[in-house]
């Protein structure tokens, strides 16, 4: 009998690190799609919920057209059997944009996003006050402003975004990406790395993270990693967990985008190098590993643009990244 309190805290603790059956509800809650027949169909029937949601699907409706849409038919059509690869995908200073990886490979069997946007906590409509409701979902809609806007985030904004949420950190910008790219939510658990790259309880010297299992669109079992940390070499040297972690899941396809042109420095060696040697496919936008780190004899190099009447890459039909230092605007590798 004495052992019951501590089972009993056990449960306790791990149902805090847990969603619940509502977390594929809660997806489509928060990216403003049909509730109905799901556990929060009458929070949908809010008129602040209806509003936004009309809101957002026009905004959703036009990057589909613009982006979205162009992507996955270029990918389905240009990526050949990387478009197929079930392996692991790597997309390191991704921040909370499973949607570009998916779009461009939805048929990894597992995505590994990485930042230093932090986790946040687990969404619970249920426990958002119908006051602080509007401002919320006005807030979550404004941190993803840039992704509308430009195609990616830009990091400061998206931070101050969701900081002044109770819908904050990453989360519910991935439940929104999950549910708008027709995935259903299965589960979602908080996780964290140890030193040794295995998955340990959250806690102190621990790099923290969510582990989110779903059904893509085709009912194929995935699962998406998201680790919030420094992925600098000082930060990588003292606790090498994450790299570790990326080694185990073995070679993969790699995707670059709005990387800051970090990797051009030598402080962000570590995993500029992991990259380099744990690529079937690196997929990038110029601000990922410069061309110099990419040997002509070691990669199979192509190149890509929208406007290619000044440069010498192939077209391409959407824009992607920044598009400001080069000559292409898309890259893609693949080692000899």
Known sequence: MKRLPLLFSIFLATSALAAGPNADA???????????????????ENPDWIAFAADFDRDWKRLEAEQLTKIRKWAAESLGSSYEDR????????????????????????????????????????????EALPSSLANLRKSLESVFGRGYFITKYMMADLKQTQLNGTLPVLYIFLARAGCTVDSVTMVALDSSGKLVTPGKETTPGVKILFHGPKGRSQALYYFAGNLADSTLKTNPGFIKFCEEQGRGVSFLKAAA???ASDNFSIVRNFLLTHSKLLLQDESGIPYRFIEPEKWEIKTFAKDVDVTKAERLPFSFGYEQRSAWSLMVARPK
């Open 261 to 263: 042109y970090l990797m």
């Open 87 to 130: 392996g692991p995908l790597h997309y390191m200073f991704s921040g909370p944009d499973f949607l570009y990886a998916h779009a461009f490979f939805p048929n990894a069997g597992t995505y590994i996003l990485s930042g230093i946007e932090p986790v946040g906590s687990m969404p619970d409509i249920d426990k958002i006050p119908p």
């Open 26 to 44: 809660t997806a489509k809650f928060l990216a403003g799609l049909p509730l109905k027949g799901t556990p929060l169909a009458k929070q949908a």
